[in-house]
């Protein structure tokens, strides 16, 4: 038999380990691992010379932006940045022009897409008006639900608790996670208009607005009013110690939780965000060594599931203005994520089988990612 290529003298992360091998690739997926000498015939033969391959890896909080955001980035540029940083699966966020909260705004995502891109893209969904219509843009191919918090960006009324304990009911029966935003929109709102009537506009305006506090109530609101309805919570960047310490407790119990933290949050703090200004305006904002410590703990500790970039590119002149309340919030992520977690495994701050669980593994199990997050044979051929 001839296989399509047969990549030579890899260093491969396998079953926790790096294996000095040799990986055949047929038809886009992984045909055999093993000594050079078991190889079969190939089109194309790849001298590795101990190069590192893991599996490809998976960003599951990206915003890539096109259609109506496209001069901010488009699904070429954004997937190419994901390519150029390792990543092979990216999970596209909802919150677009025009949102992504139905089967037909989902359909022509999906369409645009196709064309543009250099990486897999999975497609999350906004919740719509009607919460009948879940199991059909499930159906249609999303893989989760987004639920925003800190403002309303879907169909759901997320003031309203009944609304939200329906909502979770109706996925529940789905097999796909609700990925949520934990700020509380009321707490957020009143210091905001505080800070806004005593003239504040500035970066420590803006930690105040966003405090801990705003995080940790969303967290223990979301974990009540989810209980017992059967959905699979996923909590995207949490940035707390408190905010991590009640996910910990609810998982304790055995329910279905995960969580997320990004680099930034790991690897900046809100000592920086002072430093050096208003370009580092992100939601949630960074955080102070106590949490950032905390958070490095909860990845030590297997409490964190994943890592993800929240990439959220906007155009210079959008993260330039003078008032922390005009700056859009959200940085860059994607091709920097893999080298940033290099860089703290060879200071021995996190393993490289961290690294795959974190950004391979955990994200293809929680998203249901079949044939994604190791490399075995018959697994997608991701490198």
Same mark, same amino acid.
């Given at each position: 038999?001839?296989?399509?290529?047969?990549?030579?003298?890899?260093?491969?992360?396998?079953?926790?380990?790096?294996?000095?091998?040799?990986?055949?690739?047929?038809?886009?997926?992984?045909?055999?691992?093993?000594?050079?000498?078991?190889?079969?015939?190939?089109?194309?033969?790849?001298?590795?010379?101990?190069?590192?391959?893991?599996?490809?890896?998976?960003?599951?909080?990206?915003?890539?932006?096109?259609?109506?955001?496209?001069?901010?980035?488009?699904?070429?540029?954004?997937?190419?940045?994901?390519?150029?940083?390792?990543?092979?699966?990216?999970?596209?966020?909802?919150?677009?022009?025009?949102? @992504?909260?139905?089967? !037909?705004? *989902? #359909?022509?995502?999906? &369409?645009?897409?196709? =064309?543009?891109? /250099?990486?897999?893209?999975?497609?999350?969904?906004?919740?719509?008006?009607?919460?009948?219509?879940?199991?059909?843009?499930?159906?249609?191919?999303?893989?989760?639900?987004?639920?925003?918090?800190?403002?309303?960006?879907?169909?759901?009324?997320?003031?309203?608790?009944?609304?939200?304990?329906?909502?979770?009911?109706?996925?529940?029966?789905?097999?796909?996670?609700?990925?949520?935003?934990?700020?509380?929109?009321?707490?957020? @709102?009143?210091?905001? !208009?505080? *800070? #806004?009537?005593?003239? &504040?506009?500035?970066? =420590?305006?803006? /930690?105040?607005?966003?405090?801990?506090?705003?995080?940790?109530?969303?967290?223990?609101?979301?974990?009540?009013?989810?209980?017992?309805?059967?959905?699979?919570?996923?909590?995207?960047?949490?940035?707390?110690?408190?905010?991590?310490?009640?996910?910990?407790?609810?998982?304790?119990?055995?329910?279905?939780?995960?969580?997320?933290?990004?680099?930034?949050?790991?690897?900046?703090?809100?000592?920086?965000?002072?430093?050096?200004?208003?370009?580092?305006?992100?939601?949630?904002?960074?955080?102070?060594?106590?949490?950032?410590?905390?958070?490095?703990?909860?990845?030590?500790?297997?409490?964190?599931?994943?890592?993800?970039?929240?990439?959220?590119?906007?155009?210079?002149?959008?993260?330039?203005?003078?008032?922390?309340?005009?700056?859009?919030?959200?940085?860059?992520?994607?091709?920097?994520?893999?080298?940033?977690?290099?860089?703290?495994?060879?200071?021995?701050?996190?393993?490289?089988?961290?690294?795959?669980?974190?950004?391979?593994?955990?994200?293809?199990?929680?998203?249901?990612?079949?044939?994604?997050?190791?490399?075995?044979?018959?697994?997608?051929?991701?490198?």
């Amino acid at each position: 038999m001839i296989v399509d290529s047969v990549l030579t003298n890899a260093k491969a992360y396998l079953n926790k380990e790096i294996v000095d091998c040799s990986i055949a690739i047929e038809n886009d997926k992984i045909f055999k691992i093993g000594k050079e000498t078991q190889m079969p015939n190939a089109d194309q033969k790849t001298n590795l010379t101990n190069m590192l391959v893991l599996p490809g890896l998976i960003d599951v909080h990206v915003h890539l932006r096109d259609e109506g955001k496209a001069y901010k980035e488009d699904f070429y540029t954004g997937t190419a940045a994901a390519a150029a940083g390792g990543i092979t699966t990216v999970l596209d966020m909802p919150n677009n022009d025009p949102v @992504t909260m139905s089967t !037909e705004t *989902l #359909k022509n995502r999906m &369409r645009i897409a196709e =064309t543009r891109s /250099l990486v897999n893209i999975g497609f999350y969904s906004e919740f719509p008006k009607d919460l009948g219509e879940v199991g059909d843009i499930a159906a249609q191919g999303a893989v989760g639900f987004k639920l925003f918090l800190a403002r309303k960006v879907g169909g759901l009324n997320i003031d309203d608790d009944e609304s939200l304990r329906e909502a979770f009911r109706n996925v529940g029966e789905l097999d796909v996670p609700v990925a949520v935003h934990a700020e509380d929109k009321t707490l957020l @709102t009143t210091n905001e !208009e505080k *800070l #806004k009537r005593t003239n &504040r506009h500035d970066a =420590t305006a803006f /930690l105040k607005a966003h405090s801990e506090q705003v995080e940790s109530r969303a967290v223990k609101r979301l974990l009540k009013v989810s209980a017992e309805t059967g959905v699979r919570l996923h909590f995207c960047h949490i940035t707390t110690e408190e905010g991590l310490n009640n996910v910990v407790e609810a998982k304790k119990t055995g329910r279905t939780i995960t969580c997320e933290v990004t680099p930034h949050h790991l690897l900046l703090s809100s000592a920086d965000y002072l430093h050096y200004g208003l370009m580092l305006t992100i939601m949630p904002p960074l955080r102070g060594e106590n949490n950032i410590k905390a958070l490095w703990k909860g990845v030590a500790d297997g409490m964190v599931d994943v890592l993800g970039s929240d990439h959220a590119p906007h155009a210079l002149n959008e993260k330039s203005s003078g008032s922390v309340w005009d700056v859009k919030v959200g940085v860059p992520g994607l091709e920097t994520m893999l080298p940033l977690m290099l860089t703290m495994v060879k200071k021995n701050r996190i393993s490289l089988g961290n690294v795959v669980q974190l950004l391979a593994e955990k994200p293809a199990e929680i998203f249901n990612l079949r044939g994604h997050g190791s490399l075995a044979q018959g697994k997608k051929a991701d490198l």
